[in-house]
Structures are given as structure tokens and as C-alpha cells.
T-cell receptor, first 112, second 116 residues
């Protein structure tokens, strides 16, 4: 089955700096890569996703890149704000709403 | 985006009893629903996949007789934790997807289960 690794497990940045979270996946058949933000005790919120036919996608301060050959994808948050502090999960799946395998999570702390 | 509702949000039960958690898709037909368990400071671990009208597919290490999953309609799946024990205390969360969601998965609010 799919295996998703995520690094780093914790990340502290100063407000205004950029944050980068990296993930690798094992199943070359995976074609959908969502990123979720989860605050303590709440449901994961989809913040951005990318499909395998696209190499990069951007939404305001958030961008995701995908390297299919290397089987890794990254989340980039620019101009970080304190409200960006949360746990971020990458994920991979085949077929969209099929089984999603999550990474281990990155706790992002943005220091004011 | 699509709405997935989960109930109850918090439940406390006595050891040895059973508790049922419901997951509903409110504005789309959920072909597939997933149940996850999340322990504090850990990732979401898939427990099982349920498809409407068929038996759930459980992940390795998940006891199907302990975690009963029913997906009787395209809008409702239930997870019943039977003979609950304190070690079953966790955050349980469902997700659902279907053609009506543009192939995106949406999560329920999650349910905090505490077994005392």
C-alpha cells in the first residue's frame, strides 16, 4: 500500500517568514495530493490540493509543488501569520475520493 | 464545499459498553466513507473503508468485531465501538467522498470518545 513520509515533524518560523513542508510517497499510481490544516480537536481542513497532471499550484500565500519522478511534493507558505500555526498533514490517494493515506503531520508554530 | 456531519462530538461511556458514532453527508451522496482514529499528537490512522451496501474493508490490525461499521445508505455510515475499553479513548473522525464532491474528500467534525 501507499506510504507517505512527512518532514519536519515540527517547524518554528518567525512571523513573515516562509515555511516549507516536504512529503514523499511510495505508490507511483497515486494521483491526488491534498494538504490539510488541523487545529487541536477539530477536523482537518483542506487548504490546497494538486493532481498528478500539474506540477505546481498556488492559492494566495500557499503553494504546492509536485515532482512525480521523485515522488515528492511540498507545501510552501509565504508571509506566515500567527493564525497559520496548526498541524499540517500531507496526503496521497489514487482516484480522488478513494482511500487517502496521510503523512505523520508537521506542527507549525509561527512566532509573532 | 460539501458538508459532512458527525455526531456526537463528544461522548463518555463506561468500560464494557458500546457507543455509536454517526457520519452523514448532508448535500451529496457519499459513495465511500472512511473512518479514522487519531490519538493525541499523532496522525490520522485509517481504520476502515465503507462502501454503501457492502461490507466495510478494515485496515490491518483493526478488529472488525470490535469496530462495527454500517453504511446502509448513501448518506449515512455508523461506527459502533463495542465493549469499549479505556484504550479505545480517542478522536474518531469520518470522511466521505463521491462524484458530487469533485473527487474531493470532506471530513466530519470528529467525535471525542472517552471510556471511563
Amino acid at each position: 500500500g501507499e506510504n507517505v513520509e512527512q518532514h519536519p515533524s515540527t517547524l518554528s518560523v518567525q512571523e513573515g517568514d516562509s515555511a516549507v513542508i516536504k512529503c514523499t510517497y511510495s505508490d507511483s499510481a497515486s494521483n491526488y495530493f491534498p494538504w490539510y490544516k488541523q487545529e487541536l480537536g477539530k477536523r482537518p481542513q483542506l487548504i490546497i490540493d494538486i493532481r498528478s497532471n500539474v506540477g505546481e499550484k498556488k492559492d494566495q500565500r500557499i503553494a504546492v509543488t509536485l515532482n512525480k519522478t521523485a515522488k515528492h511534493f511540498s507545501l510552501h507558505i509565504t508571509e506566515t501569520q500567527p493564525e497559520d500555526s496548526a498541524v499540517y498533514f500531507c496526503a496521497a490517494s489514487y482516484g480522488g475520493y478513494q482511500k487517502v493515506t496521510f503523512g505523520t503531520g508537521t506542527k507549525l508554530q509561527v512566532i509573532p | 464545499g460539501a458538508v459532512v456531519s458527525q455526531h456526537p462530538s463528544r461522548v463518555i461511556c463506561k468500560s464494557g459498553t458500546s457507543v455509536k458514532i454517526e457520519c452523514r453527508s448532508l448535500d451529496f451522496q457519499a459513495t465511500t466513507m472512511f473512518w479514522y482514529r487519531q490519538f493525541p499528537k499523532q496522525s490520522l490512522m485509517l481504520m476502515a473503508t465503507s462502501n454503501e451496501g457492502s461490507k466495510a474493508t478494515y485496515e490491518q490490525g483493526v478488529e472488525k468485531d470490535k469496530f462495527l461499521i454500517n453504511h446502509a445508505s448513501l448518506t449515512l455510515s455508523t461506527l459502533t465501538v463495542t465493549s469499549a475499553h479505556p484504550e479505545d479513548s480517542s478522536f474518531y473522525i469520518c470522511s466521505a467522498g463521491g462524484e458530487g464532491t469533485g473527487n474531493t474528500i470532506y471530513f466530519g467534525e470528529g467525535s471525542w470518545l472517552t471510556v471511563v
